[in-house]
């Protein structure tokens, strides 16, 4: 495999306005996203921006930035709008998407993420951590994955994704945590699919790739890093880097 990450990221948020410039200890937040990702050391990093403002800064620290139409609806979308510009002949077979929130995520999960891609069928990979909390299992903006590791494996299937509690009954569950690795046609195919059913109803884009066959697989990790999409969260994010 020769991976690349590709970091999507845009001013727009309700809850945090201009999110990816929020100062952490005098750098944006972009910044230390794209500061974990090189510590990955996995492949080439660059950030697919939706405003002149987060590439600017992105360029400034010497990090590679793509200009994306900011029209674009997902992610995904402006990851292989980026992808385009950045390698235009394919030399990168898998890429990495990482949300541009993460300013935490340990570059050990980031190298984890590419251990499903293993497997030639999988066309997806995904991580999830162990929910430990009850009120975690019970919100809605904790997206669950009905998975299994049984007999200590460290990848399972991913059979569905909902923000519901799943699967019912005794057993673990587990978190999804929304940094994909995927093939370069399964991405190619992924953005050119119409909105899913189950998709509109859940507001997840995966269940899309679900709907239409494709197969998606998690690799189990200890923890899942926690997005920044508040205050609050922000100010988490600044107690934990100013130990590092």
Same mark, same amino acid.
């Given at each position: 495999m020769?991976?690349?990450?590709?970091?999507?990221?845009?001013?727009?948020? =309700?809850?945090l306005?201009?999110?990816?410039?929020?100062?952490?200890h005098?750098?944006?937040?972009?910044?230390?996203?794209l500061d974990r990702?090189r510590? #990955?050391?996995?492949?080439?990093?660059?950030?697919?921006c939706?405003?002149a403002?987060i590439a600017?800064?992105? =360029?400034a620290?010497g990090?590679?930035a *793509?200009?994306?139409?900011?029209s674009l609806?997902s992610?995904?979308d402006?990851v292989?709008a980026?992808?385009?510009?950045?390698?235009p002949?394919?030399v990168?077979?898998?890429?990495?998407?990482?949300q541009?929130?993460?300013?935490t995520?340990?570059?050990v999960q980031?190298r984890a993420?590419l =251990?499903? /891609?293993?497997?030639?069928?999988?066309d997806i990979? =995904?991580?999830?951590?162990?929910?430990?909390?009850p009120?975690?299992?019970?919100?809605?903006?904790?997206?669950?994955?009905?998975?299994a590791?049984d007999?200590?494996?460290a990848?399972?299937?991913a059979?569905y994704f909902?923000?519901a509690?799943?699967?019912?009954?005794?057993?673990?569950?587990?978190?999804?945590i929304?940094v994909?690795a995927?093939?370069?046609?399964?991405?190619?195919?992924f953005v050119? /699919?119409?909105e899913?059913?189950?998709?509109?109803r859940?507001?997840?884009?995966?269940?899309? #790739?679900?709907? #239409?066959?494709m197969?998606i697989a998690?690799?189990? *990790?200890d923890?899942a890093?926690?997005g920044?999409d508040t205050p609050?969260?922000?100010?988490?994010?600044?107690?934990v880097?100013e130990?590092?």
């Amino acid at each position: 495999m020769k991976p690349i990450i590709v970091i999507p990221s845009r001013l727009a948020s =309700t809850r945090l306005p201009g999110k990816p410039l929020a100062d952490i200890h005098g750098r944006a937040m972009i910044l230390h996203v794209l500061d974990r990702a090189r510590e #990955a050391e996995i492949g080439p990093v660059a950030v697919a921006c939706a405003d002149a403002e987060i590439a600017d800064a992105v =360029t400034a620290a010497g990090g590679q930035a *793509v200009l994306t139409d900011p029209s674009l609806p997902s992610g995904s979308d402006r990851v292989q709008a980026a992808l385009a510009v950045l390698d235009p002949q394919g030399v990168h077979d898998v890429v990495v998407n990482l949300q541009g929130d993460l300013p935490t995520i340990p570059a050990v999960q980031l190298r984890a993420v590419l =251990t499903p /891609l293993a497997d030639p069928a999988i066309d997806i990979a =995904t991580l999830v951590a162990p929910i430990e909390d009850p009120e975690e299992a019970a919100a809605p903006s904790v997206v669950k994955a009905a998975c299994a590791f049984d007999r200590g494996r460290a990848v399972s299937p991913a059979l569905y994704f909902s923000r519901a509690a799943i699967p019912a009954g005794e057993g673990p569950l587990w978190h999804h945590i929304g940094v994909y690795a995927y093939r370069r046609p399964s991405l190619a195919r992924f953005v050119a /699919l119409p909105e899913s059913p189950l998709e509109r109803r859940e507001k997840l884009e995966q269940l899309r #790739a679900l709907e #239409a066959g494709m197969r998606i697989a998690c690799a189990r *990790v200890d923890h899942a890093p926690f997005g920044v999409d508040t205050p609050a969260d922000l100010a988490r994010a600044r107690h934990v880097l100013e130990r590092r």
